[in-house]
């Protein structure tokens, strides 16, 4: 029978009854193991008692980083967007110009007055301005457009207004005539010009060059 283990009991035995023992003897001695065990028991329980501490203060630092790139995030939107408003501010008059270039609906009246100005301008009698039917509201109804040949097609997804222009001068002042043709071609308003004539007429106050120009205004409806 082994008997090891009763030899090493009674070992240790006599040596925790010795340190006791002395420990009574010894008030110095006492004094520090209950300071030790008072340590160790500190500690044990001090490790239970702090570590949901210590993990929800984790769990702040890691949310306060969060927010902090949050806030990092929305100041630089912030500052894009004053950019952007500020770029928007100083390109308005070339924005104005676009919606003019490019217009979401048919604007006869526009065409109009572009083309008064251009009268004006060059001493060049209006005699007719007429267009083709505008959708002013609302859906536009497709209808079948018959093209005759030779009209060049107008971009993919622009829909388009027909106008015809007449003027006259008279005929000595045929320059008139040719300014007003290079204004007109570089009118604000996309137009496609399908038919340019010129011819002389008479009447009781004498000749004139007369000017027909016929094509298409092009407009662009936004697709929702």
């Not at 949050?70 to 308005?92: P, W």
């Not at 018959?146 to 829909?159: F, I, M, R, S």
Request: proline share 4%; aromatic share 8%; net charge positive.
């Amino acid at each position: 029978m082994n008997t090891g283990w009763r030899k090493n009991y009674i070992r240790y035995k006599t040596y925790f009854l010795d340190v006791m023992g002395r420990s009574r003897e010894r008030s110095d001695i006492r004094v520090y193991l209950e300071i030790l065990l008072s340590l160790a028991t500190v500690s044990i329980f001090s490790v239970f008692a702090l570590r949901p501490t210590l993990l929800t203060i984790a769990e702040l630092i890691r949310e306060i980083q969060a927010k902090k790139t949050t806030l990092t995030t929305m100041d630089e939107k912030i500052v894009n967007l004053s950019r952007a408003h500020s770029l928007f501010n100083e390109q308005g008059s070339r924005i104005e110009l676009l919606k003019i270039s490019i217009p979401e609906r048919a604007s006869p009246e526009s065409f109009s007055r572009q083309i008064e100005g251009l009268s004006e301008k060059h001493k060049v009698a209006i005699a007719q301005i007429t267009t083709g039917e505008a959708n002013i509201l609302g859906a536009k109804v497709p209808k079948e457009v018959k093209k005759e040949g030779g009209e060049e097609p107008l971009p993919v997804n622009a829909n388009e207004l027909e106008f015809s222009l007449k003027t006259r001068v008279p005929l000595e002042e045929y320059n008139q005539v040719a300014a007003f043709i290079n204004d007109f071609e570089k009118l604000r308003l996309p137009a496609k010009i399908d038919l340019l004539k010129l011819s002389t007429i008479s009447d009781t106050s004498g000749r004139y060059l007369q000017l027909v120009i016929e094509g298409r205004l092009a407009y662009y409806t936004e697709s929702k």
